[in-house]
């Protein structure tokens, strides 16, 4: 294995839960998940000898993951995103597993943009960082956090 290659090995190992999150965040078939996953990481290997480490790779990795999945999404006019991790958002045994699967249906109702914004305040990055990934101020992140937080109180659960 050449250095490049072992070079994209490793990222996607420390990385691949992110890429997964953003994946499950923009499909609710657990196949569409793992293809869109293969499609972010085909992105990511074409992209990986121009990434010029401006930024940090996990930002970079966000940002093809993200503008893999809402380009994705454009394409098939798609209208929501799961998949199949180690918990079961749909048993509704305890309340807390009842309020991730609300939340996780309100969050798939918002526009691709809003979501991706509200993924990334959701894994902890901070409102500089979902910037840069996304292509906008940090004020106008902290504007859009607050307009999504409230439409998603204002959104009824059917």
Known sequence: MDKLQTEFAQ???ENKSTI?????MFSKDSEEVNDLFQEVLIN???GIGTF???SNVRTWIYRVALN???SDKRKKKLTTVP????IDLFDDKDEGSRQVRLLHDRINRLQPFDKAIVLLWLENISYDEIAAIV???AKNVAVRLFRIKESL???SNN
């Open 11 to 13: 990222i996607v190992r």
């Open 20 to 24: 997964y999150t953003v994946c499950y």
């Open 44 to 46: 990511l290997w074409k």
């Open 52 to 54: 010029r480490e401006q």
């Open 68 to 70: 893999t999945c809402i």
């Open 83 to 86: 998949l199949s991790v180690d």
């Open 135 to 137: 292509g906008i101020t």
């Open 153 to 155: 109180k204002n959104m």
